[in-house]
């Protein structure tokens, strides 16, 4: 029976892992070629990292970080953030990267998507939304530059489209639940995943075990994604899996 | 050495990189004479069906047909084992190497296309490819069509009914999963090839 995925993600600024809530307030975390390992060997199904640097020099380490990291990661590893041209692509791959996930790169120029699904296969491309709750309609408003531009794109109409210009997954984080422990949104993430056919990766607000069963049954998604709580030895990935499981959830375990 | 083989199709420093680990003399290749001197030939692939179709302008086939016929081992990775079988409803104007019988199919319309993820294997324990892999082993995949099964099969797969999930016939092998980002599962049937 297919399973549904856990994935571990690093948050990387210049090297290091950081983890913040709402995109702010960021606190040192570890070297990511370690915790990539370590979660690993705990049981997660895939690895993200994901290179939130604002400063453009500190993005330089990112490939070498990506090459560290991949040298001994045997598990599918996706390497979002600042990629912005198919050749950035191409060298994210070469450092090891099985995928690649775009956000405001994609939403500047869909046909990116193509160019890089195109060369490298679709299950290589990861669309990114970061989605925020629309306090005057009900809808849901995809962001850019690590969610501090607004588009005015409806996130569920950009999801569609995205898998209309060959994207393999949605990553799909709610800028509203990130990094509160408050529990996945999972409406929004229902929304997006029965709308596409492609799999739907539900990230921001993992606390506890519960969240998860919430957002597999209920939101629909096919993967849930979390970094903080597992950074701190909050909650072992092997726990967690193993709680997901007793509660009817299909999981990798033992992996 | 065992020559990995690129025609294009998509990223293969994965599939290095597990044989690295595994301790193997290996090399990403598009030479045709490369692939003649190569002493295991493993032909991964992510992308469409069609693309197979350089491997004949390249004047790759011909050296993976008479590597082949020489009994050297050949292991295909997803694509590049659905291009064993003699084609594929992705692409019907592209012809496989046709080792195998039979076409790759469309998953059908009641579950999600592609098949993305962990999902288990039930084992034959007859193969040599798959020897100490246990049933019910967790292996990833990634895939919009699937192979059929077939008497090659040495592992199915369950997803909208089942599917081959490796393939085995003499020194030929075929897996429609990643081995190489399977985990210690994948490590272990990638060192079983080598081992051949």
């Known amino acids: 029976m297919l399973t549904k995925r856990i994935i571990a993600c690093l948050d990387v600024d210049g090297g290091r892992v950081v983890k913040g809530v709402k995109f702010e307030n960021l606190r040192d975390a570890g070297d990511p070629a370690e915790l990539a390992r370590e979660h690993s060997a705990s049981g997660a199904d895939e690895i993200v990292l994901l290179d939130i640097s604002a400063a453009q020099e500190r993005r330089a380490t990112l490939l070498d970080t990506v090459r560290r990291a991949a040298r001994q990661l045997f598990i599918p590893f996706t390497v979002g953030g600042g990629i912005r041209t198919l050749e950035d692509a191409a060298a994210v791959f070469s450092a090891g990267a099985d995928k690649i996930s775009i956000n405001s790169a994609a939403l500047a120029d869909p046909t990116l998507i193509a160019r890089i699904a195109e060369r490298f296969g679709s299950q290589a491309v990861v669309v990114a939304i970061d989605a925020k709750r629309s306090k005057a309609t009900s809808h849901w408003e995809a962001f850019t530059h690590g969610g501090r531009t607004g588009t005015r794109r409806d996130a569920v109409v950009w999801a569609q489209m995205a898998e209309y210009h060959g994207a393999g997954e949605i990553l799909l984080t709610s800028m509203d639940r990130d990094g509160t422990g408050s529990g996945f949104d999972c409406e929004l993430t229902r929304a997006v995943a029965d709308s596409v056919r492609i799999p739907v990766i539900a990230s921001g607000g993992a606390g506890g075990a519960e969240h998860f069963v919430e957002v597999f049954r209920d939101g629909h998604a096919d993967a849930a994604l979390a970094a903080s709580i597992f950074h701190y030895g909050f909650s072992r990935l092997v726990d967690l899996k193993e709680q997901i499981g007793s509660q009817g959830i299909s999981v990798r375990w033992p992996c | ?196």
Request: charged share 15%; hydrophobic share 40%; glycine share 12%.
């Open chain 2, 1 to 196: 050495m065992i020559a990995i083989v690129d025609y294009g199709a998509g990223n293969l420093v994965s599939v290095k990189k597990a044989f690295d680990w595994l301790g193997q003399e290996c090399a990403i290749t598009s030479d045709p004479k490369h692939v003649a001197k190569a002493t295991k030939v493993v032909l991964p692939g992510v992308g469409h069906f069609a693309s197979t179709a350089s491997l004949g302008r390249l004047g790759l086939q011909a050296a993976i047909a008479d590597a082949i016929g020489r009994a050297v081992p050949f292991l295909g990775i997803c694509v590049g084992m659905q291009w064993m079988f003699e084609r594929s409803q992705e692409s019907p104007e592209t012809q496989g190497l046709g080792v195998l019988n039979g076409e790759c199919e469309r998953f059908p319309a009641s579950v999600k296309s592609p098949h993305v993820g962990w999902n288990q294997l039930q084992v034959d324990p007859s193969s040599r490819l798959l020897r100490g892999v246990p049933s019910a082993s967790f292996v990833y995949f990634t895939h919009s069509f699937r192979a059929p099964v077939s008497h090659a099969m040495v592992a199915c797969c369950e997803y909208g009914g089942r599917f081959s999930a490796a393939v085995e016939r003499g020194h030929l092998f075929g897996v429609q999963f990643h081995p190489e980002k399977s985990g210690e599962t994948g490590l272990k049937i990638l060192g079983n090839f080598c081992g051949l």
